[in-house]
């Protein structure tokens, strides 16, 4: 699925991310906007946090981690698709690279994420590495 559906791959790989940031969250009390009065979940601010603290906390990774919410977002709400994917489309070389170079990175920093949060969160009377 990675090399043939590569938009389809990258929401299954969100929302496994999506339900482990909702599982380190979940005694996070839900706000209302004080204007509208519509509750405000903080889901891009909450998955940023997370990948932060389980993948490394630095400016050039926040600025990455809101450029994949950014491209997940994207991908969920407007139907936006890899241009690799597409039958006859016209791409470079440096598109080529730049979409398989972010699918990977994407495909790696979820991982990555639910390992850590895995091996510093064992329960009780777990032994830790």
Not at 51 to 80: E, T
Not at 86 to 99: A, H, I, P, S, W
């Given at each position: 699925?990675?090399?043939?559906?590569?938009?389809?791959?990258?929401?299954?790989?969100?929302?496994?991310?999506?339900?482990m940031?909702?599982?380190?969250?979940?005694?996070?009390?839900?706000?209302?906007?004080?204007?509208?009065?519509?509750?405000?979940?903080?889901?891009?601010?909450?998955?940023?946090?997370?990948?932060?603290?389980?993948?490394?906390?630095?400016?050039?990774?926040?600025?990455?981690?809101?450029?994949?919410?950014?491209?997940?977002?994207?991908?969920?709400?407007?139907?936006?698709?890899?241009?690799?994917e597409?039958?006859?489309?016209?791409?470079?070389?440096?598109?080529?690279?730049?979409?398989f170079?972010?699918?990977?990175?994407?495909?790696?920093?979820?991982?990555?994420?639910?390992?850590?949060?895995?091996?510093?969160?064992?329960?009780?009377?777990?032994?830790?590495?």
């Open positions: 699925m990675r090399f043939a559906k590569k938009t389809l791959s990258i929401i299954a790989a969100f929302t496994v991310m999506e339900i940031v909702n599982l380190e969250f979940k005694e996070m009390e839900v706000t209302n906007c004080e204007t509208c009065g519509q509750p405000q979940f903080k889901v891009s601010k909450k998955y940023r946090e997370y990948l932060m603290k389980y993948i490394g906390h630095s400016a050039n990774n926040k600025k990455k981690f809101n450029a994949y919410y950014s491209l997940r977002s994207k991908i969920v709400h407007s139907g936006q698709r890899f241009k690799t597409r039958l006859f489309g016209e791409v470079t070389d440096k598109e080529k690279n730049e979409e170079l972010n699918h990977l990175e994407i495909l790696q920093m979820c991982k990555l994420a639910i390992v850590q949060r895995l091996l510093k969160n064992k329960p009780a009377g777990q032994p830790q590495e």
